[in-house]
């Protein structure tokens, strides 16, 4: 979701391989007696490291329900076997704050893995201190291209923008024809641009002949020029790579402004944010997601109905991402047998066939998800099946 002027320095010196693996003390030792033989259930302190407080905060407070779920259900289901607990780490969006969020949960809180953070760019910059400290650090919305070859502790259940973006467009193709295109995106997030980039080569591979881009910076509110610029281009689809808050503007003004294209957006949009801020602007909005609370799955449909009872409210991608996250964390840690570092890395490694809330999730050789994207569509406040939907 979400290059790197990072001096390894900041890993924490030459302290930082004794935290590696095993560490000498905390949670690599929790629940073990003399020989390796399990005393007790394994105890893991996973640090989670979101977005709370900012203009992208909505992200990481419906990752923070879904963690708190699981971590309550896991923790009933695995009595006696294993005891999870989470250390949260606010960035408020901001690089630094995720680089030092790592070092202190590695170095000081000392846990066995790390869940975020949030935001593609956040993850280019801590996933290579979690990497050099060999700590697994599993990301729950990051999409953008590249994630992984940050090195072999880091994860994903998120999938691709290569993977969710086509998909969507080629829905849409398929059911409206588009010959024309234009794009607008974020011009200073990485993720935004990786999407942005993914919508471009699709566009080309589809043959829509792109009449207008534009871009703009993450905090604008005024969009003004650039969708005057994309009106005068009279495209028959506008795509969006954005994060919520600007993307939603977006919509919102390219409606008032007369824009009669479909619009169609990247992962930033699996929000309810989105329709807060962009109104009735928003229906007929089209995106890609692994999740939808809509689903006529019984797994999904569970979920659902025990989020609602306990926040008051359907839970999003965001949530079901990090429920499913923490849950093969889990999962692997009782596969592993105890809680280190690469053991954990390991099993995490060999993932195959994961039936989550969020689909059936598999890791690739270079522990990308292989997961499959349903497009849904804006109708009514809510995103529905685009399938379901006559038009």
């Given at each position: 979701?979400?290059v790197?002027?990072?001096?390894?320095?900041?890993?924490?010196?030459?302290g930082?391989?004794?935290?590696?693996?095993?560490?000498?003390?905390?949670?690599?030792?929790?629940?073990?007696?003399?020989?390796?033989?399990?005393?007790?259930?394994?105890e893991a302190?996973?640090?989670?490291?979101?977005?709370?407080?900012?203009?992208?905060?909505?992200?990481?407070e419906?990752?923070r329900?879904?963690?708190?779920?699981?971590?309550d259900?896991?923790?009933?289901?695995?009595?006696?076997?294993?005891?999870?607990?989470?250390?949260?780490e606010?960035?408020?969006?901001?690089k630094?704050?995720?680089?030092?969020?790592?070092?202190?949960?590695?170095?000081?809180?000392?846990?066995?893995?790390?869940?975020?953070?949030?935001?593609?760019?956040?993850?280019?910059?801590?996933?290579?201190?979690?990497?050099?400290?060999?700590?697994?650090?599993?990301?729950?919305?990051?999409?953008?291209?590249?994630?992984?070859?940050?090195g072999?502790?880091?994860?994903?259940?998120?999938l691709?923008?290569?993977?969710?973006?086509?998909?969507?467009?080629?829905?849409?193709?398929?059911?409206?024809?588009?010959k024309?295109?234009?794009?607008?995106?974020?011009?200073?997030?990485?993720?935004?641009?990786?999407?942005?980039?993914?919508?471009?080569?699709?566009?080309?591979?589809?043959?829509?002949?792109?009449?207008?881009?534009?871009?703009?910076?993450v905090?604008?509110?005024d969009?003004?020029?650039q969708?005057?610029?994309?009106?005068?281009a009279?495209p028959?689809?506008?795509l969006?790579?954005?994060?919520?808050?600007?993307?939603?503007?977006?919509?919102?003004?390219?409606?008032e402004?007369g824009?009669?294209a479909?619009?169609?957006?990247?992962?930033?949009?699996n929000?309810?944010k989105?329709?807060?801020?962009?109104?009735?602007?928003?229906?007929?909005?089209?995106?890609?997601?692994?999740?939808s609370?809509?689903?006529?799955?019984p797994?999904?449909?569970?979920f659902?109905k025990a989020?609602?009872?306990?926040?008051g409210?359907?839970?999003?991608?965001?949530?079901?991402?990090?429920?499913?996250?923490?849950?093969?964390?889990?999962?692997?840690l009782l596969?592993?047998?105890?809680?280190?570092?690469?053991l954990l890395?390991?099993?995490?490694?060999?993932?195959?066939?994961?039936?989550?809330?969020?689909?059936?999730?598999?890791?690739?050789?270079?522990?990308?998800?292989?997961?499959?994207?349903?497009?849904?569509v804006?109708?009514?406040?809510?995103?529905?099946p685009?399938?379901?939907?006559?038009?």
């Open positions: 979701m979400f790197l002027g990072l001096s390894l320095s900041a890993c924490g010196g030459g930082a391989k004794e935290s590696s693996g095993s560490p000498a003390s905390g949670p690599a030792t929790e629940g073990q007696g003399s020989g390796g033989e399990a005393a007790g259930p394994i302190k996973i640090g989670a490291v979101l977005i709370l407080s900012g203009g992208a905060a909505a992200y990481g419906a990752q329900s879904g963690l708190e779920m699981a971590k259900e896991l923790n009933e289901k695995y009595a006696g076997k294993l005891k999870l607990d989470i250390v949260y606010d960035t408020g969006g901001k630094e704050s995720a680089i030092n969020a790592v070092n202190k949960l590695i170095n000081e809180d000392r846990v066995v893995a790390i869940i975020g953070p949030t935001l593609s760019a956040e993850m280019f910059a801590a996933g290579p201190v979690a990497n050099e400290n060999e700590t697994p650090i599993f990301g729950i919305s990051n999409t953008a291209e590249g994630i992984n070859d940050i072999p502790y880091v994860f994903r259940n998120s691709p923008e290569s993977i969710a973006i086509p998909t969507a467009m080629k829905a849409a193709q398929n059911r409206y024809h588009f024309t295109a234009a794009l607008i995106y974020a011009n200073n997030d990485d993720f935004s641009v990786s999407g942005y980039k993914t919508m471009k080569k699709t566009a080309e591979e589809l043959g829509l002949e792109i009449v207008a881009e534009e871009s703009f910076a905090g604008d509110v969009f003004s020029a969708l005057t610029n994309i009106k005068k009279d028959d689809v506008l969006i790579s954005a994060l919520y808050k600007e993307g939603a503007l977006v919509v919102k003004k390219a409606r402004m824009l009669r479909r619009i169609l957006g990247g992962n930033g949009f929000n309810p989105v329709f807060e801020i962009a109104g009735d602007a928003a229906e007929g909005l089209i995106v890609a997601t692994p999740f609370p809509e689903k006529n799955d797994k999904v449909q569970a659902v989020y609602e009872a306990r926040y409210k359907k839970p999003d991608q965001f949530a079901a991402q990090a429920y499913d996250g923490l849950t093969i964390i889990a999962e692997s596969k592993a047998g105890k809680a280190d570092r690469k890395r390991d099993q995490l490694a060999e993932l195959k066939d994961f039936e989550g809330v969020s689909g059936k999730l598999s890791f690739d050789e270079r522990r990308n998800p292989i997961g499959e994207a349903v497009v849904v804006a109708k009514g406040g809510k995103y529905v685009l399938e379901s939907v006559s038009d």
